[in-house]
């Protein structure tokens, strides 16, 4: 019995079309991380976060609010909030706005969020 083995090349343009799967998976995770923050948080600022597709590596979440600033009160002289069981007063405080819980929304991503959006990539 004779045997033929054919060799193909590398297809041309692969680059490109992995390039442009890893680019929307990346943006899809992204998305991914702004749904979470939304389902937690109730709050204009998170009603902003947009994900923005950088390259296939990278995908950056931006939004116009929930940035880090400081917080100062509005209706009274100081704020009040609770630190390891005793209450505190502050004219104001630095606020770390919703970068926290972005870096922790997108580290409880799991490996079947990823294949989801991979089924939803269409090129």
Do not use: C, Y
């Amino acid at each position: 019995m004779a045997m033929v083995r054919v060799r193909f090349g590398r297809p041309e343009g692969a680059e490109q079309v992995q390039a442009a799967i890893g680019a929307q998976l990346s943006k899809g995770l992204a998305e991914a991380v702004i749904q979470r923050v939304k389902a937690r948080v109730n709050h204009p600022a998170a009603d902003t976060l947009q994900a923005v597709g950088v390259n296939q590596h990278a995908a950056d979440i931006r939004g116009t609010r929930g940035g880090p600033g400081i917080i100062r009160p509005v209706r009274a002289k100081a704020l009040r909030f609770e630190v390891g069981g005793a209450i505190v007063f502050a004219k104001k405080v630095n606020g770390a706005g919703l970068l926290p819980l972005i870096v922790a929304e997108g580290s409880r991503l799991s490996q079947r969020d990823a294949v989801d959006i991979t089924q939803k990539i269409q090129l």
